[in-house]
């Protein structure tokens, strides 16, 4: 069997130019910024993406942090797929180890039932949440057990596994071993001193056992030039940092078995029964095996991004890539990293019964309204903050109020009794000032015209917040607009004045459409809906298609004229809260330190 070299800087090839921004006047140019068009070189265009959610345990209902990671992915692989790409997307759920098989013991289940039935909460939650995976896995399916026993037999073929004995700490709940310098003292709840991972702070247990070790070792300085020569390998770079920090130490052997006297419920090593795979090997593999793995995994194992929270990124930035390495296999384009959510100020705990259910919150605000607070809250680099109140602040403000109110201003029967897409006039609204347009209108034009470049950085950077801060300044932008001109108070029976309102409207619409289109892989259900209304057909919402308001360029308008789509109704709803109004609204976080 062959395998690929290791390639370990695979950027993608993209052209910039700088180009003249079709919307600078002569008058204007002082205030106006040159804009930026990134054009692709068409050679890397059919590259395949491949886009992975961790898989979760089972050994709880799924939770808010669950689906943070989960609409990060999907958001990423919508992108893609307007952009024009291929896009895989994984997601599932990780059933072995000793938590799920204690779990289940507890819950008086076979583990199989109890894994079955907590990993069809998980499909629920995301069926619900529109979470359009392409594959969903689960590490007790005989493909993964082929897929896991073929890395097993590659790795022990190359030496890079050997019989040993390990002695030293392990936390169940983490299923992590650790070092002394990771473990604190602490007093359980019936008074008994213990010691915890200092990270998670979950109970850690004295272990010995003869297993097999995987010679980790061996890799600590090709991961080092791995991460010194690929910068953006971990993002956001304080975890990068972070990863490089770790390697500065020793870094141990690993276990990668227990023996199958302690730990039952996993795959058995290939050719020896009496041990059974350590699960984080077993889990990891999972993103192979939904590649394909081993015969079929080329076409995706090349252009990978894994989207993992922070708790979990020595096992992807450390384990994962010294595995492939030993593999022969080629390293993750990019590893995406996230802080955690915390629930009124503390970590979410069963204990503290804390927990925030994401299926009834996607209930009681929509999908939509929870993917869209997720991923307007949610910062990456820092932990955030849940409150039902900042949703219920967030969703009004912005959806329902900002863009609902620009969609239904400008396609109410009053304003729009036609019912059309209308003209646009270009006396009205020259290039050169000197219609009716003003200063304020061409700085819109301009921070339109050059939104879908600033979006498409920051999704391509996981930085969903800032694309969606960026999506809702125009917004506003464009409802400022619209009050400036109170389209409602022209003359209805004059023509020129007419024919500035039609302007203002065909405007507005043409801004409504690139937010729809800018927005579909953050709200899919809203996007749709605004999109439908503004009569843009399926195959007009590419990325490709965005081409911002034509007739101001001299060119034709495929929309001028035509129908709007008929369902008229709200777009988002306002939500009701008792407490809402009594708060100072909550600003959108910026960008932090990590936490
Ligand atoms: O670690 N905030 O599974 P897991 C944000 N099975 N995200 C959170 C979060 C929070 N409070 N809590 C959890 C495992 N997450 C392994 C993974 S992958 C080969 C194996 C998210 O059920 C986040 O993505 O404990 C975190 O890394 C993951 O859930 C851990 O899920």
Known sequence: ??????????????????????????????????????????????????????????????????????????????????????????TGTDEHGLK?????????????????????????????????????IRTTERRHRQAVEHFWSVLWNKGLIYKGHYEGWYSTQDESFLTPSQLGDAVDSSGNQIKVSLESGHKVEWMKEDNYMFRLSAFRSQLLDWLRGNPRAVQPECFHQLVLQWLQHDLPDLS?????????????????????????????????????????????????HHIIGKDILKFHAIYWPAFLLGAGLPLPQTIHVHSHWTAEGKKMSKSLGNVVDPLQRSEMFTADGMRYFLLRQGVPDSDCDYTDLKVFKLLNAELADSLGGLLNRCTAPVLNPAQVYPSFCPQSFPREQGGRAVAE?????????????????????????????????????????????????????????QRWRDTIIHVSLECLRVYGTLLQPVVPEISNKLLSRLGVQPDERSWASLN?????????????????????????SRLESPDADKHEPNKAKKAAKCK
């Open 1 to 90: 069997m062959r395998f690929p070299v290791v390639i370990v800087s695979r950027s993608c090839k993209v052209v910039h130019r700088l180009k003249q921004s079709p919307f600078l006047s002569p008058a204007s140019a002082l205030w106006r910024h040159e804009s930026v068009s990134v054009l692709r070189d068409v050679s890397t265009d059919v590259r395949s993406h491949y886009i992975t959610t961790p898989i979760f345990y089972v050994n709880a209902a799924p939770h808010l942090g669950h689906l943070y990671s989960a609409v990060m992915a999907d958001c990423l692989h919508r992108y893609k797929l307007l952009q024009g790409f291929s896009s895989k997307f994984a």
């Open 100 to 136: 799920i098989q204690q779990a289940a013991e507890a819950a008086g289940k076979d583990p199989l039932t109890f894994c079955t039935d907590v990993s069809e909460r998980f499909k629920h939650l995301f069926s619900s949440c529109n979470i359009s995976y392409t594959d969903y």
């Open 548 to 572: 911002f308001l034509p007739r101001y360029q001299g060119t034709d308008c495929p929309f001028e004229g035509r129908a709007l789509g008929s369902d008229s109704g709200v777009l988002f």
């Open 256 to 304: 990668v078995s227990r023996q199958s006297s302690r730990l039952q419920w996993g795959i058995p090593v290939p050719d020896d029964p009496e041990q059974t795979i350590y699960v984080w090997l077993d889990a990891l593999v999972n993103y192979l095996t939904v590649a394909g793995y081993p015969h079929k995994h080329h076409q995706w194992w090349n252009m990978v």
């Open 441 to 497: 209108d061409y700085h819109m034009l301009d921070a339109v015209k050059n939104l879908p470049s600033v979006v498409e950085r920051h999704y391509e950077s996981m930085h969903a917040y800032k694309a969606l801060e960026a999506i809702a300044a125009c917004v506003r932008q464009t409802n400022g607009f619209v009050q400036r001109h109170a389209p409602w108070k022209l003359d209805k029976r004059d023509s020129a004045e």
